[in-house]
């Protein structure tokens, strides 16, 4: 069974980054497909970015280009996500989840609240 | 990005109702559809996966159904742990994208 345990919760100034992690259990991290996935206060889902197994790369939605950055490491099955240029519309929980065989998420992590204000 | 739309965004039901909920996508993602059921505070369950797979461990009350466009959630009997809000999810670009979602309430 996997297990996803994220780490705890932040609170940021605008302009800095925040850096969360989400770590395996179960299964190694090069058996899953790590995504990440927000939730602002009483809002919907909006996915982030993730790994694609199908080409081998890390792609992220074109709204996070340039400001968001998913990395893995193996040696501990930590996966990352980093967020730059944090503003206020960031306030959200932040999830990892693993995409199953047909890019749906089957398991997630219990989600870590990042709040900017300043 | 292929943008999907819910509908209703709430809906009022009693125990035992049974209970549809649509969702619409800007482009044939032919049955590249997910379901989930989310409560406050607590990650996101997937229910429903390629349309109308039934993950394991779901109650089959649950059901997925559509093709293309337009998808359907729906529960045939409501449980008093089904008041919950509900997404679907697109995975038929590398774009993924979710709907709006549907909050079932108790009438």
């Known amino acids: 069974q996997v297990q996803l345990v994220q780490s705890g919760a932040e609170v940021k100034k605008p302009g800095a980054s925040v850096k969360v992690s989400c770590k395996v259990s179960g299964y190694t991290l090069t058996e899953l497909s790590m995504h990440w996935v927000r939730q602002a206060p009483g ?46 519309e960031d306030t959200a929980v932040y999830y990892c989840a693993n995409s199953g065989s047909y890019y749906e998420f089957d398991y ?11 | 990005d292929i943008q999907m739309t819910q509908s209703p965004s709430t809906l009022s039901a009693s125990v035992g109702d049974r209970v ?8 044939s993602i032919s049955s590249w559809l997910a379901w989930y059921q989310q409560k406050p505070g607590k990650a996101p369950k997937l229910l429903i996966y390629k349309a109308s797979s039934l993950e394991s461990g779901v109650p089959s009350r649950f059901s997925g159904s559509g093709s293309g466009t337009e998808f359907t959630l729906t529960i045939s009997s409501l449980q008093p ?5 509900y997404y679907c999810q697109q995975y038929n670009s590398r774009a993924l994208t979710f709907g709006g979602g549907t909050k079932v309430e108790i009438k």
């Open chain 1, 43 to 88: 809002k919907g889902l909006e996915w982030m970015g993730g790994f694609d197994p199908e080409d081998g790369e890390t792609i992220y939605a074109q709204k996070f280009q340039g400001r968001v950055t998913m990395t893995e490491d193996t040696s501990t099955d930590t996966a990352y996500m980093e967020l730059s240029s944090l503003r206020s």
């Open chain 1, 108 to 118: 997630w992590g219990q989600g870590t609240l990042v709040t900017v204000s300043s």
């Open chain 2, 20 to 27: 549809t909920i649509t969702c619409r996508a800007s482009q």
């Open chain 2, 81 to 85: 742990d089904d008041f919950a809000t």
